[in-house]
């Protein structure tokens, strides 16, 4: 059974239909984390067994609150359990840990996420954008428009901030923006495949695709970034 740190719920908000943004404090604790990594909630399940599911905080390091940004699905047994908190309840996090974190701040940079893939990427935007010396570009690939979050958040940086550029792909919509899955899109926007890094998020079988596509565009493998945990979950 890992450490868990005792948090207080702080404030809830809707950021799609279907996802909250969970503010979480833990008293005189200040979190130090690398931007990209994640922390384990700890749940009771129906037969009262603790369970833990991992979440990767949308905010910075270095204050005693994370923010956490969970989607709710219909058989997600911790997904609606945490849809069901309420502003003062008690929930217990690991500290954070994970492989996924900026590698260099020298280098041009994109970022390829699905769905609640975005979370990390978001978090390691915000601290590339703050320290970074060079170019970011953001893929995040959803079904329809409704489903993007933290599309406020990207849009503002994308008009704030020259060196970054966000694109949206919707695979079940028809809009006037790119079409069809994130992925199949990465043509349109590597020019120079040798030199930026490729930090990738979503689901399994969009990162183990997308990892082949770099290579077909000649990015060396120490150039791509996950994870890695996705290609033993594709061979379960």
Same mark, same amino acid.
């Given at each position: ?12 908000y ?32 129906? /037969? ?23 989607k ?23 500290s ?25 990427? *978001? ?15 953001f ?15 990207? /849009? ?9 550029? *966000? ?8 809009w #006037?923006?790119?079409?069809?899955? *994130? #992925? ?6 590597? /020019? ?5 890094h490729?930090?990738?998020?979503? *689901? ?27 290609e ?5």
């Open positions: 059974m890992p450490d868990t740190l005792d948090a207080t719920l702080l404030s809830t809707s950021v799609t239909p279907r996802v909250k943004q969970f503010l979480l404090r833990v008293e005189g604790h200040p979190f130090d984390f690398t931007p990209g990594q994640h922390v384990s909630v700890a749940f009771e399940t129906d /037969d009262g067994k603790e369970r833990y599911r991992p979440y990767s905080p949308v905010s910075q390091p270095g204050t005693d609150t994370i923010a956490l940004a969970v709710r699905y219909p058989d997600g047994a911790c997904s609606t359990w945490m849809h069901e908190r309420e502003v003062g309840d008690a929930i217990s996090i690991t954070p840990s994970g492989n996924l974190g900026l590698q260099s701040l020298d280098r041009d940079v994109f970022f390829l996420s699905t769905g609640t893939g975005i979370t990390p990427m *978001v978090s390691m935007a915000t601290q590339y954008l703050q320290k970074g010396r060079g170019k970011a570009t893929l995040f690939g959803e079904r329809t428009q409704d489903d993007l979050m933290f599309r406020e958040t990207l /849009d503002l940086y994308a008009a704030s901030h020259s060196n970054f550029t *966000v694109k949206y792909v919707l695979s079940d919509e028809d #006037q923006g790119p079409t069809g899955y *994130v #992925q199949h899109n990465l043509r349109d926007h590597v /020019d120079d495949a040798s030199t930026p490729f930090y990738i998020c979503g *689901v399994p079988e969009m990162v183990v695709e997308t990892k082949g596509l770099l290579f077909d565009l000649g990015v060396p493998e120490d150039h791509i970034f996950t994870e890695g945990w996705e033993g979950a594709i061979a379960e």
